[in-house]
């Protein structure tokens, strides 16, 4: 079976490859794709009405059958490019989830090279790629852009939109700085920004007290929705209607409890 489909049964699973940790400021992402699907195994408390929650699953064995109307946004692919030929690692790592959990497919990209056309075409292809994987709802493309790559990420998300199923959004992830004083993002090119609020390094400090001067992102597109990590407490997070929620752990029904009351206090 080829990695990357999305498995109905269960499935025996190739341990993943020893070359791959790849951390960037915000996630741990590494590697690649083959998901199996059982049925819930246990119910937890819904979750808050007012504001929807999506876990990160990345490159590690998780089992999420616990969750009950709760989306997954999955490490799909990580594709390592330079400035001569694009690397995909699909995710080899079992995902267990049941079979009526909604999925965002997550596509890390990493590199510092100019995004030259014939790049920036073998990007896109891999993102419709993720896109069609069975019952995946959006795409969120986590790519940490270098200044010299603003213009080409914005050409990429240009030519990936309009090619994406019409039943498929798409979603990016951005340094929190992009929404503050930074903001080059064009939001025409996407259905949805989410600003990181973890793993921000040096600039944590200018960024949190300029958001607590105002009280919401100064990009507005960036207010709709927030990434957060469970092991980075945030006080007075700012009130989207979707947070994704990260794990530096593989989930339990006790971290999704704790996830809950994470976003509710």
Known sequence: MPVGTVFRTAVQFRPAPPYLSIVSRRLLLAGCLALSLGTARDTIVATSPSRSVVLW???????????TGTSVAFLDRTLVFDDRSVTPLKRRQPLRLSPSTPLIAVVRI???????DDI????VSEILESARVPGVTMVQIDFDAVRSQRQS??????????????TVRLSITALASWCTDDPWIDASTVDEIVPMLFRMGPEARRVTT??????????????????VSLDEPWNGLPAATRAYVFNPRP??????TAAQRFLRD
């Open 110 to 116: 990493e590199g510092r090279a100019p995004l030259r």
């Open 57 to 67: 699953a990345w490159e590690r064995p998780e089992d999420l059958r616990f969750l």
């Open 120 to 123: 920036r075409s073998r990007l």
């Open 153 to 166: 990420y914005l050409e990429l998300l240009r030519e990936a939109r309009p090619q994406l199923p019409t």
């Open 251 to 256: 989930w339990r029904s006790a971290d999704w």
């Open 210 to 227: 300029r958001f607590r001067e105002y009280g919401r992102w100064p990009v507005a597109e960036c207010n709709s929705a927030v990434g």
